[in-house]
């Protein structure tokens, strides 16, 4: 299973799954990542956390705890 966290600056992805529960799912769904959507993996702090995306035409950055849920194709 590939997850954002393993995506590369400027892979495009898709993603395929989310994993989570409750609110933390919720709170990804409400960010604009959803199923189907195409993700921009833009950059990546140096430290490796967080990551700045392109997601729906806008900049978005997600901690890596986050990027682990988000499964991609």
């Avoid at 799912?25 to 990546?44: H, P, S």
């Amino acid at each position: 299973m590939k997850t954002l966290k393993d995506a590369k600056v400027g892979q495009t992805v898709v993603v395929a799954r989310l994993h989570g529960e409750g609110p933390v799912k919720r709170r990804i769904m409400d960010m604009g990542i959803t199923k189907g959507v195409e993700i921009l993996v833009r950059k990546v702090a140096p430290l490796g956390d967080p990551m700045e995306l392109n997601v729906r035409g806008y900049e978005l950055s997600v901690r890596k705890a986050d990027a682990e849920m988000i499964e991609i194709a």
